[in-house]
Nanobody
């Protein structure tokens, strides 16, 4: 199982970013996929998750109505569209394949002027 995140970077408050996570080594459509984040000095927290078929999603209260998780099973990729970013969204964002407990290496998101 391999997960490779991309799309992080530096963005100003109010801006947007789209994270991608390319999966390989397993039947992608069979696994619930999750995005977590970890800010400096804080525990890793679940941001969003999506069912295997893409019909069910769930979000942390802190990102509801700002972030959207989606997936393209033909491309073995899960996305996290992040809008109206705030400084408190600054963290390393990790992709996780729930069925296997596997993690990507993370991608840094920094929201700052």
């Amino acid at each position: 199982v391999q997960l490779v995140e991309s799309g992080g970077g530096l963005v100003q408050p109010g801006g947007s970013l789209r994270l991608s996570c390319l999966a390989s080594g397993f039947t992608f459509s069979m696994s619930n996929m999750r995005w977590y984040r970890q800010a400096p000095g804080k525990e890793r927290e679940l941001v969003a998750q999506i069912g295997g078929a893409g019909y069910t999603t769930q979000y942390a209260d802190s990102v509801k109505d700002r972030f959207t998780i989606s997936r393209d099973n033909a491309k073995n990729t899960v996305y996290l569209q992040m809008n109206s970013l705030k400084p408190e969204d600054t963290a390393i964002y990790y992709c996780m394949a729930f069925a296997f407990g596997s993690w990507g290496q993370g991608t840094q998101v920094t929201v700052s002027l």
